[in-house]
């Protein structure tokens, strides 16, 4: 799925019950620079942790997303920091 800003999401898995839907997904997107030190060498991946999002509800159920957010190391400054999802509000954990 290519959403209008061009950012790009995998979803893996979609789950309706009779409270609401959940779905699990990724964001394909990687980043090519490090946004602390903004070195010029590509991060490297530092494993992934998972993080839920609400999202409007739809025919009057609950929906959750569940997201594979990957988190990376810097080469150069040594940083690890979480790839940013362009599409959530990381205060409120909901969509944007």
Sequence with gaps: MVLKDG???RVTDV???GQGVHAHAAFTALL?????CTSDRRPRRYGEVDSTYRDTPFLGRQVAVTVSVQRFRCH???QAFFQELTDMDGKRRMTA
């Design 7 to 9: 950012s790009k999401w």
């Design 15 to 17: 789950v309706s019950s």
């Design 32 to 36: 090519v620079s490090c946004p602390k």
């Design 76 to 78: 150069d400054c040594g």
